[in-house]
């Protein structure tokens, strides 16, 4: 005759085990949350943004998108008409446990020239402009420190846009991992691969 009394215990004591995990991952996830944070940060094409801000540590996830414009929903081909307003622009989600905010907008400083308006290299137009869309007052504060050091670096003046950020608009789906997907695209190996090695040689960046 089967014992009911040891079946329920052993399914009281799973039941106890699972409860504990569902709370403690929804711990890690509200910890996680708070530990994080978003920069939103343009620097000529999206590609180029993304793949440096993908090999630095502490950077969690790398979106890119569109911001600073007056169209709702844009395109990637409402964008580079240049009617839109919009800027090319990465969201960059990063652990503050690992990298500050203001580590964040070091990187951006050399991974871009903010000196040429409208423009990075080859690349021309309002959407290749430089831009810092700032989410808080605390980030707007880093940001105005940030611009003074990088004064320092720059002989030509910057003319990095600040903004606070209005609303982010995700790119398209091919626009997103877009040099680890398509490595040998021209460019890719002729503009973004150059970027990264430099960088990597600098110790901007980790060595992949």
């Known amino acids: 005759m089967p014992n009911h009394n040891h079946s329920i215990k052993i399914i009281t004591i799973f039941l106890l085990l699972f409860t504990a995990v569902i709370c403690q991952q929804k711990r890690t996830t509200i910890m996680s949350k708070e530990e994080s944070q978003v920069a939103i940060l343009a620097g000529g094409c999206f590609w180029c943004v993304e793949a440096v801000f993908e090999r630095v540590d502490g950077v969690i996830d790398v979106v890119s998108g569109y911001a600073g414009g007056h169209t709702k929903n844009p395109t990637y081909k409402d964008v580079t008409s240049g009617n839109t307003g919009h800027a090319e622009v990465c969201e960059i989600t990063f652990d503050t446990k690992m990298i500050s905010y203001d580590e964040i907008l070091d990187v ?31 980030q707007k504060k880093s940001v105005e420190k940030s611009i003074l050091k990088a004064k320092k670096i720059f002989d030509d003046p910057i003319t990095t846009e600040i903004k606070k950020l209005d609303k982010f608009y995700k790119a398209e789906v091919y626009h997103q991992d877009y040099f680890e997907n398509n490595p040998n695209v021209p460019y890719c190996t002729f503009v973004i691969a150059p970027k990264l090695n430099k960088l990597k040689k600098k110790g901007t960046i980790w060595n992949q």
């Open 108 to 138: 951006f400083w050399q991974a871009h020239d903010p000196t040429t308006l409208n423009r990075q290299g080859n690349d021309y137009g309002t959407q290749y402009r430089s831009a810092i869309y700032y989410k808080n007052d605390s």
